[in-house]
């Protein structure tokens, strides 16, 4: 990386204070030129804490006075397809938050206007970029569990209200646009979908199990939020054709638990994910191998080059600018997050009608 990157974070909230703010220099040679947040208290405390020497209310302000590379959109989830729009129209490199539009449609006008525009786009989450996920498929690609044939992934805490301690007012995460499918359901989509591709069909089951919750840390420590206008549980189940299929687990209904993350299941083994993500672990590996005598956990060997491992969910900085470096697409891309999209925006139908819905996008 040649050029030191000028990065504008939009959204001084609880995930841009936890992974952005400080970790832009340690990902890429990069630094915070601006911030921004409607609150604009918000904006000033963060540039206060890390240094940073613009501060703006609006995404309009900032594109008109700020000289920068690459926004990162961390505003709230209904928020972030007009940001991303003007970020694009403003022939400025993107990373957004999940997820970066409320329907398919939109998030193609947002990838249309980055091709048009000659700049790169990303979208989190970071699973494409787990070190742990890399050694997976580099052990499938071995051989290691034979053909693989189902993944189980369990993408759920007790809510954001109940899991993160919050400075902002977390009601807006159970409100139309948000909710427990768009803000933890993307994490698991995106997981098996980076293992196995993009699915032919899915069908799914969802509850609101909470329809009342009471804040439990913060600046609204106590106060009681209306939590039944979308589900809080989702059981989705994707079908992958000829033996194949995924499960994905998720919502904001389960305050602890001791499943492992995600286990692959093979006709000859199992790898399963039982260390949290960021520590960069190997996944377990279990192998029942007649040939080779051998039926147990074992500890595989790494790979001869190992994948680069993760320091925080900010090395998507790092993955834009090796996209824009080297004028590729970046390994986080917009038209995987449309294929999980569409399996959020078809949810709502396939619980309704209790049917399986075909699936049209790929990536
Ligand atoms: N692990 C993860 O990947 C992870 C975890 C938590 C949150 N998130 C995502 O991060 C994003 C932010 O979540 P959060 O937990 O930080 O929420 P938050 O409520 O703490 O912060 C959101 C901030 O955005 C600001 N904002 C809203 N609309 C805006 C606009 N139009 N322009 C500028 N600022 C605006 C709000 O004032 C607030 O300060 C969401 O997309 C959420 O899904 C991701």
Known sequence: MTKQYKVAVIGCGMFANAQYLPNITKEANAVCVAVVDIVKERAEAAAAKYAVPEVYENVYELIEKCDFDIAIDAASIQAHHEINMAVLASGRHLISQKPAAPTVELLTEQIELAKKMG???AC?????????????KDLIKKDAIGVPYYAKCNMSHGGPEYFQYREAD???????????????????????????????????????TTPERMVRSGAFDGKMIKTDMLPDQYVICLDYGEGKMA????????KASRAPQLEIFGERGTLSFTRPYMSNPAPDLYIDSIDM????????EMPA??????????????????????????????????????????IPEAIEKGVTIKLETTF
């Open 293 to 300: 005598g051998l039926k147990g956990w074992i500890v595989p």
């Open 305 to 346: 080059k190992p994948p680069k491992k993760m320091i925080s969910q900010c090395c998507c900085l790092f993955d834009i600018i090796d996209a824009i470096e080297n004028d590729k697409s970046p390994v986080l891309s917009p038209e995987h997050a449309r294929h999980v999209l569409e399996i959020m925006c078809k």
């Open 247 to 254: 499960m994905v687990d998720t919502g904001f209904s389960q």
């Open 170 to 208: 977390p009601s807006w995460f159970f409100e139309p646009g948000a909710g427990a499918l768009v803000d933890m359901g993307v994490h698991g989509l995106q997981i098996v979908t980076s293992l196995f591709g993009p699915a032919k069909a899915f069908s799914c089951m969802a509850k609101v």
């Open 119 to 121: 700049v790169k786009f």
């Open 124 to 136: 989190v989450p970071v699973h494409p970029m787990r070190y742990d996920l890399a050694i997976a």
